[in-house]
């Protein structure tokens, strides 16, 4: 089961996407589902599970959630979240409802983001994000590792290109969003990165010595021709491209 765990609607400030293209969308993307993590605030979440059934697709419960040192993903948590609290009492707050902590883009420059101190929480997961330099990500991976804490993928979309290109491959089919944070708790997943569609490229033959010969004859042998370079008060004027 794949999702993006970090996708934005247009309930955001910033963000232009709407709940009902994007779930149309959703499939053909390679998505099975997403969780909407609106900037604190989960006033879409309902409308859009009412509509993920009409797609066949699956919607959990998220928040990214502002603190005083950066941003944080709560998963499972269905009430309007605290503002701009520390960064312990914030996750205090998401455990004592039983939804998951994970540090949003912990290490991303371009965004409120918590940095070293991740190391002195204690988070459920640290995310690997769509709109971060990879080499902010492979430091929230490593952060990963050394804390021994669950890796999730979100692309954090504003746009609806932008959807899927980091998301999250779970082992087992999540039904609800008891579901969804069991498993990040426990691990039981891993992070999926889009692989971008390329147009395959033809071998070229090499030219062959009697090609050659041929082409450096017909160099030598060329007449001079002219182009026009610039027409100014109805007069032409001409080079010779020899």
């Not at 948590?77 to 996750?91: C, G, L, N, Q």
């Not at 039981?188 to 004859?217: F, G, N």
């Not at 370079?229 to 001409?238: G, T, Y």
């Amino acid at each position: 089961m794949i999702l993006d765990l970090h996708v934005h609607s247009n309930t955001s400030f910033d963000s232009k996407i709407k709940i009902g293209i994007l779930l149309k969308k959703l499939k053909a993307i390679g998505l099975d589902g997403i969780a909407i993590t609106d900037h604190d605030s989960i006033a879409a979440i309902l409308k859009a599970k009412d509509l993920a059934r009409k797609y066949n697709v699956k919607v959990f419960t998220g928040v990214e959630i502002s603190t005083q040192s950066g941003h944080l993903l709560a998963y499972g948590i269905d009430e309007k979240p605290i503002y701009r609290k520390s960064v312990a009492e914030t996750i205090d707050w998401i455990k004592d409802r039983d939804g998951a902590a994970v540090c949003a883009h912990p290490f991303r420059a371009s965004a409120p983001s918590i940095g070293d101190k991740v190391y002195e929480h204690h988070f459920d997961g640290i995310e690997l994000n769509g709109r971060t330099k990879s080499a902010q990500n492979r430091a929230a991976e490593v952060a990963a590792k050394l804390m021994r804490i669950t890796l999730v993928g979100g692309s954090d979309a504003h746009y609806i290109e932008r959807v899927g290109t980091i998301s999250t491959q779970f082992h087992n089919e999540l039904e609800n969003d008891d579901d969804l944070v069991n498993a990040i708790r426990k691990g039981q997943c891993d992070v999926k990165h889009k692989i971008p569609t390329t147009i395959k490229a033809e071998l070229i033959p090499a030219i062959s010595p009697k090609d050659i010969t041929i082409l450096e004859k017909y160099k030598a042998e060329r007449k001079p021709t002219t182009s026009i370079i610039k027409v100014s008060n109805e007069k032409l004027k001409f080079f010779d491209t020899q």
